[in-house]
């Protein structure tokens, strides 16, 4: 992809979220303009957004920042929560009219700056403690553009938090969910594939294997820390999505080869272990539904909706780590190799992270090629 190919499909981005903001721009307070289910298409509810707004803030807090650097910062979400605790702030935007929100509502503060830039346009922004990229990177035009933007990261920051990174290996499964809510009637195996494939053609955010993190971490001598996104709600935000920390080896990270590795066997045993394969009843339904219609002969009827239903075993990761945590013990619920199971690491004492080496990925893709926008 070209460069001139990036900034258009930037520019385009920015003139989506002008109107977003302007439509939604009646108050100076954040608002969650534009946040909808890819599932239902229904905006998330109220104890949802908030659920996802105090477990990111809570995580990026984790990393005991001063100095912020807050890239595709939009209506100002992260940075209301955020401010009281920094000593300097700089958030920038592609939307022209989200920065002019930001400035009116906190541009008064000091230590604070509000530009419209891009997000490969940092490299002057530095130095920062953490550089914020939170539920922005499916934004993106490619992989390559993504590169280029941690390279300019890395440069001014000593952290780079990735929030929402949108999961490769779940997106058929995902695409499955919202299938369900929106079949116009009875379908074929083949229909249901043929429709997965032309989504996925037509797909124009980025899409990301976690493995990919691990190996952009060690190209700039940092590490990734990679994890499921904290919350209960059984929300697409919670279930198809991950956060990504790139971090100096120097921090107080857990390795989860220093453990032993146990598989699920249906109950936590709650010793210092990696517990792998642990089921998540929350992706289960849909993983298996769709090995169902992957396997199924092209003009056998399936019922979407009614696979989606079945009963899966297994424990949230909430609930586990919850537990865990209960027995003095500090847990991580990290991706899985295999869709549909996550991992949990737990250990005595206190970290600031985990580990993540790096995945037997096979030929699995690391990313998706976005489509173009006309």
Known sequence: ?????????????????????????????PDFAGWRSSITGE????????EWLDGTVAEIRALRPRRVLDVGAGSGLVVR?????????????????????????YGSRPGTRFLVRAADEIADLGPADVVVFNSVIHHFPG????????????????TVFLGDVHSLPLRDALRLCALAVRAPGPLTAGQVRGWLDNQNARERELILD?????????????????RLKPGRHGTEMNLFRYDVRLRPPTDR?????????????????FV???????????????????????????????????LLTEPAEGIAPADLRA???????????????????YDAVIAEGRWDGVTRTSDPAGDRPAANRPALQH
Do not use: K
């Open 253 to 269: 990270l857990l390795d989860p080869a220093s453990l032993r590795r146990t598989p699920w066997r249906g109950a936590v045993e």
């Open 81 to 105: 929560e955020l401010l009281s605790t920094v000593d300097e702030y700089v958030a920038v935007d592609i939307s022209a009219t989200a920065v002019e929100r930001m400035s009116r509502t």
């Open 1 to 29: 992809m070209t460069v001139d190919v990036e900034t258009r499909i930037v520019s385009q981005w920015a003139t989506i979220y002008d109107a977003v903001y302007t439509t939604d721009g009646s108050s100076d307070e």
């Open 323 to 341: 537990d865990v945590e209960r027995h003095g013990l500090t847990c991580y619920c990290v991706p899985s190799t295999e869709p549909g199971r």
């Open 43 to 50: 905006n998330y509810t109220e104890a949802e957004t908030a």
């Open 143 to 158: 992989v390559e553009y993504l590169r280029r933007v941690i390279d300019r990261a890395t440069s001014v920051g000593r």
């Open 210 to 226: 976690p493995g990919f993190f691990v190996d952009v971490a060690a190209e700039h001598g940092l590490v990734a820390d990679v």
């Open 272 to 306: 210092p272990q990696v517990l792998t394969g642990i089921p998540h009843p929350g992706l289960l339904p849909s993983v298996r539904a769709l090995e169902t219609v992957r396997t199924l002969d092209p003009s056998a009827p399936v019922d979407v909706a009614g």
